[in-house]
């Protein structure tokens, strides 16, 4: 007959469990960022052309003609193919097992610096609610994961001194270069390490292989198409500094939990309480959703209704169209070449005055007619608030023959035969 299972191997699995819980309810999300047609059309145009853009390319304006750097090209089409492999309706599926890979390597490093399991699972479930709010599937999602790599080998070779550690890095940063503009921050880990070696035994030698670890590094990082100049480009369009801040902080955090570590696994009460607050957790995530609101089933975003992806088609229509920066990413993956944004979010690459130019577009009836005529503009594609804000109180459009012909709970269209 087999033996029953202790009740602190049940406290331990019913800890593990509610810890998977929590983390699915934070990743397993349908992905709901405008940037991520975006990108999936740009690894669309490499895989297909075999070249990277070197320009906006989508605009019907002169826009086009501004210059464009794409360091994250690898992720970009690493996103096309999980979106031809997988589908638009699949990708929760994607993003949910990044979020677990994350998890798990962060649980990993936790876990070596603690010695402890209770005190490790923290540790990560900490780091994972700290980045979540950048949890999105695109080009950062990997670059979280090759910085929680790059410093866990970093922290295995100050434990062990086997340099197969620090090499491994070396694979890590050429991906990293090509998939991210943060790709800089490993050469600040690698520097941070050489500095607390240097100051652990009061000698600048033993800062020497974390050093000569970040000279390999930044050399794998100069194999990339725009050579040295991608350091020039990094952190262009790099909005999460805080997520990769928490990268950093994962470190001091476990080694600060392990004196406590082993007190926490022989306690039961101390498991006992852990599986209520993680027991709470997974509550609040069921009811509020992640933090920044989604939930497996929802997840709030602009992106295109199949109605109006099928109004669309059915139409076949061509032309030019005045859309809001929110919806031009989508607008460029579903229907480019034949109909062509104003804008869409790379902000970085438009500049702010272009971003002005066409809030004023939108606002003034003048701006707009003349905008129009300029570009010989078909469509206008806004969301709600910025239909009412602006298009809907000017009088001579309706006169000037535009009239809506498509509208939903999020955006409406308007059409000028």
Known sequence: MASQASPQAVLRASVAAAAIAVVFLLTFIPPGNDDLWLNVAIGRIIRTSGEIPATALFPFTEAAGFPFHAPDWLAS???????????????????????????????????????????SLLAALAFMAAVNYRHYLGPELFALIFAVIVLSLLAAYRSSRKWRHLLGCVPVA?????????????????ATFAALAAIEVRSARAAAPYLACGALMTLAMLVNPYGVHVFRFAGEGTRGFWAFAAVACLYPLSAALRPVAAALDRSRAAQGALVAILAACVALLVRYGNLYGAYPYFVASNHFSPALIDYVEARKFEGNVLNSPALGAELVYRFYPRLRPAVDSRIDVYGQDYFDRL???????????????????????????????GVRRMPRLQDDGWRIVFADHKMVMLERP
Do not use: M
Request: glycine share 8%.
């Open 77 to 119: 089409v690493a996103l096309y193919l999980l979106h031809e492999g997988l589908g638009r309706d699949r990708l929760i599926f994607a993003n949910g097992v990044l979020g677990l890979i994350l998890f798990c390597l962060a649980w990993r490093l936790a876990f070596r610096l603690t010695a402890g399991f209770g005190a």
């Open 174 to 190: 050429l991906l990293w270069a090509n998939s991210h503009g943060s790709f800089p921050f490993a050469l600040v880990l690698a």
């Open 359 to 389: 809030l004023k577009v939108q606002n003034e009836e003048p701006a707009l007619r003349q905008f129009v005529e300029r570009y010989r503009v078909r469509f206008i594609l806004l969301l709600w608030p910025e239909f009412e804000a």
